[in-house]
Structure formats: C-alpha cells, structure tokens
C-alpha cells in the first residue's frame, strides 16, 4: 500500500517462493516493495519449521511361551524393538527390564518385561515396552511306591499297613501342596481286601501331579 502511488511492485530478494518446500528449521524471505517514485520498503519474514512428531516404534510384539522340560525357563532369541521418524533416525536413550532375563535369551516363569525410551533429535520421545511371558505347564513329578502287598494270618481280619508318603519333585523351585485324595491311607489297620492309594501334588502354577498304587 502507498499513499501516492497504487502501483506497488514486489520483488522477493533472498529465500525460497512461495509453495516451496521447507525443511526442518529457521527460513527467513525477504520481500522489497518499490513504488513508481523509487521508493522502497523491505518486508521480513520468518517462517519455523517444527518437528513435533514422536518417533514410530516399530513393535515386536508380546510373546507367550512355555517353559521348557525340567527346566523353569525358556530360551528365545529375543529381537530388540526399533523406531522410525519422520525427520531422524531416532536413537533409544534409555532400556530397562524387569523379570529373569539372561543375555537376551533365557528368560524365567513369569513376565519378562523391556522398557524402551527413544528420542529424536528434536525431542520427541517415545515410549514402549514389550513382554515375554513364560508360563509353567509342567505338574510335579512323582516318586511313585509300587503296588503293596500285605497278609493277614491266623484268625485277624485285618492287617496293619504303613508306607511311606509319597515324594515329587518340581521343575520349579521345590515347594508343592501335597494331598492325600483317596484310599486307606499311609498308616492304619485296614480290612482284607485292596484299594488304589491316590496322592496329587499340586504346584505354585496350579499344574497337578498324581501318584496311584494298590494296597
């Protein structure tokens, strides 16, 4: 706009034209109004461009898997997860983990977890944490007695029977409920005839064990 003259050229004199792409950054153009008397103003402007995007992670997902026979861990050959932007390669600034984890690659009964943080260069961060789930499926083992024999002589009508409660061993730590379920029992007098003795032991992962013989 000027005062004595309508005719206003504009000329841009540094910095790219309009409809132009902007890269990430400061970009100042500057634009020089002349009148027809010579007469001229330069007019300033500043154009900010901003990344304000997190990065993109690229998941790897949550993994379910058993431990493996006798043993109270899984191997898996972990993949570590990864992140894309929009502007730069974004770097992982921070990794933490909780669970059983051994070298990225045995991983104990339970969730396994890896915590991600990764930052560009503007700033952004982004959050992510995957889990490997290791589950116990596996019932205590049992040292089971074999089949007992007793006899009763002369005119008794019943015998006295002892045996040893039976054991199991676990895959995972050593604790397990043990329970008597039917039968005559480890210890007592007991009429002719027989019975199958029945034990269960059950695990902390509620996987059950069972043990029969006959008496």
């Known amino acids: 706009f000027d005062y004595c003259d309508p005719y206003v050229t504009v000329t841009r004199i ?8 902007f890269p990430l950054g400061t970009h100042t153009i500057v ?14 402007t500043t154009i900010y461009v901003e990344d304000n995007s997190r990065p993109v992670v690229n998941q790897n997902f949550n993994i379910n898997i058993n431990a493996e026979p006798g043993s109270c861990s ?19 600034t921070s990794i ?13 009964v339970g969730v396994n977890r890896y915590f991600y943080e990764f ?3 503007s700033g952004n961060t982004a959050y992510y944490n995957s889990t490997i789930t290791v589950t116990d ?12 024999t007793y006899y009763i002589t002369g005119s008794d009508t019943s015998a006295f029977i002892f045996y040893n409660t039976p ?21 007592g007098w007991h009429p002719l005839g027989y019975s199958t003795e029945v034990w269960n032991a059950t ?7 069972t043990c029969s013989f006959n008496v």
Not at 96 to 108: K, V
Not at 167 to 187: K, Q, R
């Open 119 to 121: 930052k560009d260069s």
């Open 137 to 148: 499926n596996q019932p205590p083992v049992f040292n089971c007695p074999a089949d007992q």
């Open 96 to 108: 933490g983990r909780s669970g059983l984890i051994t070298g990225d690659t045995l991983f104990g």
């Open 74 to 92: 899984a191997h898996w050959n972990y993949l570590m997860a990864t992140a894309t932007d929009n502007c730069t390669q974004p770097v992982i």
């Open 203 to 209: 695990d902390q992962a509620g996987n059950v064990g």
């Open 167 to 187: 054991t199991a061993t676990e895959n995972c730590g050593t604790y397990y409920d043990l329970d008597f379920v039917s039968g005559f029992g480890p210890v």
């Open 31 to 44: 634009h020089r109004l002349r009148d027809d008397f010579g007469n001229t103003t330069d007019v300033t």
């Open 14 to 21: 540094s910095g790219p034209p309009s409809g132009s792409f």
